[in-house]
């Protein structure tokens, strides 16, 4: 699966994962390989997201770029404001107001 996360200011995360997991306005959920298309509304907090073999780039606040990594898995953490969550053939698209704390 791939990932974006956006904000209205910059990118925040993008690349290759195995899961998501993400805080909805009904209770948290969890995204995998071959889900279902969807679009859902998400309220703000805890991100967790799992990456998958290969590069993927994130958002480093201290020097305020994108940065690329590798890892073949790796729990990246953050938090977020209110947004959307649109997943559709593999590709998850969070659409958020603000986001921080990327560890």
Known sequence: ???????????ILTGKIVSVTL??????????????????ALSGGKVTVQTGAGEYQFYDEKAKAMTEASSATRVLTFTIDRGFVEVLNNEINLLVQGARNLR
């Open 1 to 11: 699966m791939n990932i974006s996360v956006l904000t209205p200011d910059h990118t």
């Open 23 to 40: 805080p909805g306005e009904e209770g948290s959920f969890q995204l995998l390989n071959n889900h279902a298309p969807l679009v859902s």
